[in-house]
């Protein structure tokens, strides 16, 4: 694999980075040294383009009210610019209808609103819940609760010599007593893309429902639920370009119907008594308090900008970056990067995370950091995947459509005398 076709194609996309850097103030900052900072973090968080701040400034200044609550023109115009985020939410993963998106916190609380709301109410002893190895935590933790709670099972899939799902271990380990496989679309620590093509149309054969973690892919390539058949997805705005405290969960709007509500209080309801309740009409049944409007406001802003800027360029354009990174980390004495190469999987994820012989991952992050580049180190919230290797740390680099050759080229020249340093002075 060499850059060369990578570099070949680039007017050919149109450099989409040069275009729309403009838009994020916080790339103007500069490192120590002067030159600018480097942002390779975006698996963690992506960084938010003026448009969404003027969203989120438009909303307080001019529009600031409660939702569903009031009669007066402020409250109007926040409740209609809350229901046009869900809308564009449910148009951005092509749901049925906008009656099928529930906003949460965050794509952890979408997935313990499933795991509390549909799990208590059909899990019971020896049923069986289906895992991964590579899951974030947020996949994992909530189950093991469930576990507890209702003495159903977790069984977890492995992982191929490559970093890829392992589908024989899959096929080999859903069975009759499979209820739910819950898996991440794409791996925010291996960065492969799981055959769901393969995995949900299996799943259902064998009876279990599926839920989609996809807050690695939303951003990065186009999804459409209805192609997917999936059950349930999650995602999560703060990787969206979107605020932080602000996710949602997708499903089918028969098991939202069917499924009890997450959490009691205002807004969720339809009637209230002294001793009974009824429900609001979906998705408010699950919506109870003052949601995080602004925040909404903001991620229908953000959703807005990633279509306006077209999810099939942003994915070519994050494939020929990848495969630029990939070349760049595979030169580097004693680095080994974990997960599929873009050779074996083309379709993988806009990030590399790597380990480097004798030399921390914190290290190497904190001296990054000292030239301006901030990358990510530790665990990743995957420490069962981080045991499988065998180690309790790695680094990781991750890109956007706002990332460019040159930064993976400064990346690539500090993170080899960064290692050059390090294994001088240990």
């Not at 997935?111 to 947020?138: P, Y």
């Not at 020929?320 to 580097?332: K, N, S």
Request: aromatic share 6%; glycine share 8%.
């Amino acid at each position: 694999m060499t850059t060369t076709s990578a570099v070949k194609n680039r007017d050919d996309i149109g450099v989409i980075a040069d275009r729309y850097r403009a838009d994020f103030p916080i790339l103007e900052q500069v490192a120590p040294d002067g030159r600018p900072l480097i942002y390779l973090d975006h698996a963690a968080t992506s960084q938010k383009p003026r448009q969404v701040l003027q969203a989120l400034q438009h909303y307080y200044a001019a529009d600031n009210a409660n939702v569903h609550r009031g009669a007066h023109q402020l409250s109007a115009r926040a409740t209609e610019s809350f229901e046009a985020a869900r809308s564009v939410a449910a148009d951005f993963i092509g749901a049925a209808s906008s009656r099928e998106i529930v906003f949460t916190r965050n794509a952890s609380e979408a997935i313990n609103l499933v795991a509390r709301s549909w799990g208590d109410a059909n899990l019971r002893e020896g049923d069986e819940i289906l895992l991964t190895v590579m899951e974030h935590h947020s996949n994992l933790v909530p189950w093991q609760l469930l576990a507890q709670r209702t003495g159903c099972v977790l069984r977890h899939v492995g992982i191929t010599e490559t970093g890829e799902l392992d589908l024989d271990d899959f096929r080999s380990k859903l069975g009759d007593r499979t209820r739910l496989v819950s898996l991440v679309h794409i791996s925010n620590a291996l960065g492969c893309c799981n055959p769901l093509d393969q995995v949900i149309p299996a799943a259902h054969a064998s009876g279990a429902l599926v839920l989609v973690d996809a807050c690695q892919s939303l951003a990065h390539k186009p999804i459409d639920v209805a192609g997917l058949d999936a059950d349930f997805l999650v995602g999560s705005s703060h990787k969206l370009c979107g605020p932080t405290g602000m996710g949602f969960l997708w499903a089918r709007e028969s098991l939202l119907e069917e499924m009890p509500p997450f959490l009691g209080g205002g807004e969720m309801i339809q009637d209230v008594f002294l001793d009974h309740s009824t429900w609001a009409v979906l998705p408010h049944k699950f919506e109870a308090g003052t949601p995080a409007i602004g925040e909404a406001v903001g991620m229908g802003a953000a959703i807005r900008y990633l279509q306006a800027i077209g999810l099939e360029a942003i994915q070519a354009w994050e494939a020929q970056l990848t495969c630029h990174l990939f070349d760049r980390l595979q030169a580097i004495d004693g680095v080994r990067v974990l997960g599929p190469t873009p050779d074996q999987q083309p379709e993988r994820g806009a990030l590399a995370t790597f380990l480097v012989d004798g030399v921390h991952a914190n290290d190497i992050a904190a001296l990054m950091d000292a030239s301006g580049i901030c990358i990510r180190s530790g665990h990743h919230c995957c420490q069962p995947l981080h045991r499988h290797y065998g180690v309790t740390a790695s680094a990781r680099a991750s890109l956007s459509f706002i990332s460019t050759f040159e930064e993976i080229d400064r990346f690539s020249e500090e993170l080899a005398s960064t290692i050059g340093f390090l294994r001088e002075h240990s």
